[in-house]
């Protein structure tokens, strides 16, 4: 009878222990992402992946990087999209960042856009003549109003810091702000930075244009920015040569080991998918960009190639 009994419990027993190894591991919440505005390109990449690899995370809504860094400081989130450089700018102000903020993953490049209006033309008896000087490069803003608004903020004061070219910034709510001052003269270019076609830009006329950079301005930014070019073949421009920045996907630097395994499935999920997104008809170009294995030495990742 005893016997009996034993062997009856011993199924019990393990099928308990079984049940409660599952609710441990189904009971696991998904991870907050603070990404960015519910039009922006870093919250499309996110929602995109997250239909992909559903359960995985949660993606919030957020008004930019600094937030997202703050969100993920604050524990309010445990990862964040953020642009290099806004990373860069709080690293001058919190000297400890590089031990409590590491990268999961590098996306894509954010295009920095410089757009000025193209030099207006009169004329006398049929003769044409530009009644300003046309801006043609970066280095032709010193002096001049610049305006930006969002993630171009952090842009703005980094170049400016790096370069000294001097112009004169301009903050304004939104991209509809900023254009309508610029076409009223209250500016001479907009600073805007995102993924490269920006939809507004592909829709301006050969009334405005671009406004490249030059050789010795790419040197000088090196540490913080990319070479790339632009093409808005609206605008008759193609190849100006330009700058970008890095998005990122970041968290905390977390130490617990069920943290440890849920940012490895998130990042090699990440992996998994990436082929697939970029194959779904309507997702984002940028997904083109992003390898979920790229390193940097730039800044700490938070697991290794080989983790």
């Known amino acids: 009878m005893q016997r009996r009994m034993f062997i009856a419990t011993v199924p019990a027993l393990g099928l308990g222990l079984t049940a409660s190894r ?4 189904t009971i696991q919440k998904p991870m907050v992402v603070s990404s960015g505005g519910a039009n922006g390109t870093y919250y499309r990449l996110m929602k995109e992946f997250d239909e992909a690899a559903p359960g995985l995370i949660i993606n919030r809504e957020s008004d930019g990087s600094l937030t997202n860094i703050d969100r993920v400081m604050d524990n309010q989130a445990e990862l964040g999209v953020t642009q290099f450089d806004a990373l860069v700018v709080r690293a001058f102000k919190e000297t400890n ?15 920095v856009h410089f757009i000025a209006k193209s030099a207006p033309q009169g004329g006398i008896l049929g003769m044409p ?6 801006l043609s490069s970066v280095d032709d803003l010193r002096g001049q109003k610049l305006g930006f608004w969002g993630g171009a903020v952090i842009t703005e004061q980094v170049i ?6 001097g112009w004169v910034p301009v903050e304004y709510p939104d991209q509809n702000a900023a254009l309508q001052a610029l076409n009223s003269d209250h500016i001479q270019a907009i600073l805007a930075v995102g993924g490269q076609p920006l939809g507004w830009m592909s829709e301006l006329s050969r009334d405005y244009r671009l406004l490249g950079v030059t050789d010795g301005m790419v040197t000088r930014l090196a540490p913080v920015y990319e070479k790339t070019t632009l093409t808005y073949r609206n605008l008759g421009q193609e190849g100006v040569q330009a700058l970008s920045i890095r998005a990122m996907l970041v968290t905390r630097n977390y130490t617990s080991r069920s943290k440890h ?3 490895q499935m998130i990042r090699d ?9 970029r194959e779904t008809r309507g997702t984002h170009p940028k997904w083109e960009e992003i390898d979920p294995g790229a390193v940097t030495d730039r800044w700490p990742m938070y697991l290794s190639a080989k983790s």
């Open 269 to 277: 999920k990440l992996a998994n998918v990436v082929g697939d997104i």
């Open 160 to 165: 400016s810091a790096m370069t000294l070219i």
């Open 97 to 111: 960042l590089k031990e409590r903020i590491r990268l999961l993953a590098i996306l894509h490049a954010e295009e």
């Open 261 to 263: 395994d849920q940012l």
């Open 129 to 134: 003549f530009f009644k300003s000087a046309p």
């Open 22 to 25: 599952v609710k441990a591991q």
